[in-house]
T-cell receptor, first 115, second 112 residues
Framework: EAQVTQNPRYLITVTGKKLTVTCSQN?????MSWYRQDPGLGLRQIYY???????DKGDVPEGYKVSRKEKRNFPLILESPSPNQTSLYFC??????????????FGSGTQLSVL | SQQGEEDPQALSIQEGENATMNCSYK?????LQWYRQNSGRGLVHLIL?????REKHSGRLRVTLDTSKKSSSLLITASRAADTASYFC????????????FGDGTTLTVKP
């Protein structure tokens, strides 16, 4: 089944403890992206990747890191989480990015709480 | 800042009625897409309209795009209780490939 898989689904951690949220897609998509969603708001883009080894900042990249060593995986890293990073996180992918009019496929989300 | 803004923020209608949601954006775009989200779950793509298109249909959905006004509307006809969800527009600016901006969404409640 074609899908975007995020893990974990729920995560509770403490301030300063490094964590990684994994994202994997099995559709051979070139484009992947991370978003955060806060209550009552839309999605804000954190980082995106047009292809392997190519990553760019979105609108809210501070406090986050990403890497794209393989086409299928795009992990989101929080080196030193803070309470203001408590949010619902979504990973998404599409065949290509950048004006090619491709729809995004979303993962089920990761609810992160930083205490 | 969010490029796309939807209105209304919330909409409550009876089953069988039509629902219209609007989206405004600020910069020139390649395309505009509409997504649906059920209660904190992942977004599902509904429809994409390109910058050179004015109207598009998909089943009970009709989307319009007015690039001169930088606005789009999503019409759901003959609504059903199962249409209850949040709806978001997303735009990709034509000056920054790969970036995507979502609006804050319209929460639609369809009462049976």
């Amino acid at each position: 089944e074609a899908q975007v898989t995020q893990n974990p689904r729920y995560l509770i951690t403490v301030t300063g403890k490094k964590l990684t949220v994994t994202c994997s897609q099995n559709m051979n998509h070139e484009y992947m992206s991370w978003y955060r969603q806060d209550p009552g708001l839309g999605l804000r883009q954190i980082y995106y990747s047009m292809n392997v080894e190519v990553t760019d900042k979105g609108d809210v990249p501070e406090g986050y890191k990403v890497s794209r060593k393989e086409k299928r995986n795009f992990p989101l890293i929080l080196e030193s989480p803070s309470p203001n990073q408590t949010s619902l996180y979504f990973c998404a992918s599409s065949y290509t990015g950048g004006g090619s009019n491709e729809k995004l496929f979303f993962g089920s989300g990761t609810q992160l709480s930083v205490l | 800042s969010q490029q796309g803004e939807e209105d209304p923020q919330a909409l409550s209608i009876q089953e069988g009625e039509n629902a219209t949601m609007n989206c405004s954006y600020k910069t020139s775009i390649n395309n505009l897409q509409w997504y649906r989200q059920n209660s904190g779950r992942g977004l599902v793509h509904l429809i994409l309209i390109r910058s050179n298109e004015r109207e598009k249909h998909s089943g009970r959905l009709r989307v319009t795009l007015d690039t001169s006004k930088k606005s789009s509307s999503l019409l759901i006809t003959a609504s059903r209780a199962a249409d209850t969800a949040s709806y978001f527009c997303a735009t990709e600016p034509n000056t920054n490939a790969g970036k995507s901006t979502f609006g804050d969404g319209t929460t639609l409640t369809v009462k049976p």
